[in-house]
């Protein structure tokens, strides 16, 4: 992980010390570094600058407002999936026009809210919501830039809670629908049509299924040319791969090859959607040891993390590897299973982890949590959120602060009958 290096045995982010952050805040939490978020975002800017291609941050992957902030400052956009996505992306400073609204399921209300805030596109993914958003942007007398969202049927090789381009999923239109909505689209009034998008799923390890889906779209580009419509954008998702174990993910020139050999010469405007390739090895996971525990077959290492601080190993079998903060060589090593406290067989972290013998209090860093860690977090067995910190050369800010056991509580309300 760039950024995340051992100084004299102890380990450090950026110019600060973990061990010195866990003292001041407590564990666990998250730990961002600014200067691995700005390099992830330059590599894959430069990547597709000769393509005349725009970055829109995918806010669902870590959608802290300083984490969007410091993409905004790079020039990035913003890619929503919901009006509490649109109101964060706003707030840290990306205007309206730079924002993407996408999702399978955008209610009315939040249609209304994008389009008073002038969104610059919606990702368009059924009859019906182009029926509703034709409906409310005649009822506000505001005009929808939109793009049709093509389900292309390619399997992305990915894992099958994260697919999302094949016929069966819930996502997009087929290639025909697309066209005859698009058509449909270009007779409504205040309903702008300028392309179409496509994504067809996240942490891809291979471009096979990105060239397959460009392909086809660049084929229904050039038949509705063919049939007298201006197509000016297409919107390619997100959905590179980051290296979490022994994956070799192609790095963002590569990806950029297969756009421009499948799109290249179409003269489109194209946006990009990446969320954790900008994040997803910016950030760790903090945690402090509570015990070990010996059984017959297993040596478990209790932290006090847990699942639902971290869900993606239990709600994807995802891997992340986990270091000792303090890096004594000196101990042998041995297998261990790194669990959290939460009352489910499920609340696995990490497996067959090679790690030294530990003793409680001993700090341990769960890598390349970056991405879909504190944003999936939860309060399950009324544990607290779990604090965000984000690291800047020798600077450290608390950006999210652990909320008490009494702002937990004073979000439920008692009924009057008790």
Known sequence: MKHFEYRGGNLFAEDV??????????????????????????????AIAPLKGHIFYALKANSNQAVIKTLANLGAGADVVSEGETRRALAAG????????????????EIKFALSEGIGQFNVESENELKFLDEISREIQRTATI????????????HNKISTGRKEDKFGISIDQAKSLF????????IKPIGFSVHIGSQLTTLKPFREAFSRVAEVVRLMRKEGFVVSRLDLGGGLGIKYQQEQPPNPKEYASVVSQTLGGLNLELAFEPGRFLVGDAGVLVTSVLQEKLTSTK??????????????????????????VKNNKRYSMGPAEIVGPVCETGDLLASN?????????????????????AVMASTYNSRLLVPEILVNRNKHCIIR????????????CMPDWL
Do not use: W
């Open 17 to 46: 010390s973990i061990a010195e952050v866990a003292t001041n805040v407590g564990t666990p939490f998250y730990c961002y570094s600014a200067s691995t978020i700005e390099q992830n975002y330059e590599i894959f800017s430069r």
């Open 94 to 109: 990306i205007p309206g026009p730079k924002i993407i609204f996408s999702g399978v399921g955008k209610t009315r209300s």
């Open 147 to 158: 793009a049709i969202r093509i389900n292309p049927d390619v399997e992305a090789k990915t």
């Open 183 to 190: 058509v449909q689209a270009a007779k409504l009034e205040l």
């Open 299 to 324: 040596r478990f290492v209790i932290v006090d993390t847990a699942m639902n601080d971290l869900i993606r190993p239990t709600l994807y079998q995802a891997f992340h590897n986990v270091i000792p």
């Open 353 to 373: 982890i090679t790690l030294p013998k530990l003793s409680e209090g001993d700090l341990l860093v769960i890598e390349t949590t970056g991405a879909y860690g």
């Open 401 to 412: 602060p652990r909320p008490s056991y009494e702002m937990l509580m004073a979000l439920d």
